[in-house]
């Protein structure tokens, strides 16, 4: 049975740099088959950015993703987990924060990420989010 961050979440995940463009990030993004890159500044975790945030913030205000820098659309305010936090809390802050990934540290470092998906599977594959979460990325 699965009780911690450590046992689902994605380990090494992609990260990009506050200054890279938007576009540089999303097609990291689309490289590794992942709705989410870590932003990472000199070693240290300084924001996460999504799909969502690029659409909502830059694309939807007819921003240019070629010009625009990641540290304008990603996330600076971060809840994050340790690889030890068990999956139930992991859940909880997830909902009591309204977010669907948490980045994974150890001291400062970013090691890993656990998103909503993660846990679905790992409490219930046969519940519809679980199996949803379970298929491969669309490419």
């Known amino acids: 049975m699965v009780t911690t961050v450590a046992e689902v979440m994605t380990r090494d995940p992609a990260s990009v740099r506050p200054d890279q463009s938007l576009a540089e990030a999303a097609r990291t993004m689309r490289e590794t088959d992942a709705g989410d890159v870590l932003v990472v500044d000199d070693g240290q975790l300084v924001g996460i950015l999504t799909d969502r945030d690029i659409v909502i913030r830059i694309v939807a205000e007819d921003g240019d993703t070629s010009t625009a820098k990641v540290r304008e659309a990603c996330s600076a305010e971060l809840e994050t987990v340790t ?51 379970a298929m491969p990325g669309n490419r």
């Open 83 to 133: 690889p030890d936090t068990g999956i139930d809390d992991a859940a909880e802050l997830m909902r009591l924060r309204a977010v669907r990934r948490l980045p994974v540290v150890e001291g400062s470092d970013p090691v890993g990420i656990v998103s909503l998906g993660d846990l679905a599977i790992a409490r219930d594959t046969e519940s519809v989010l679980g199996q949803v979460s």
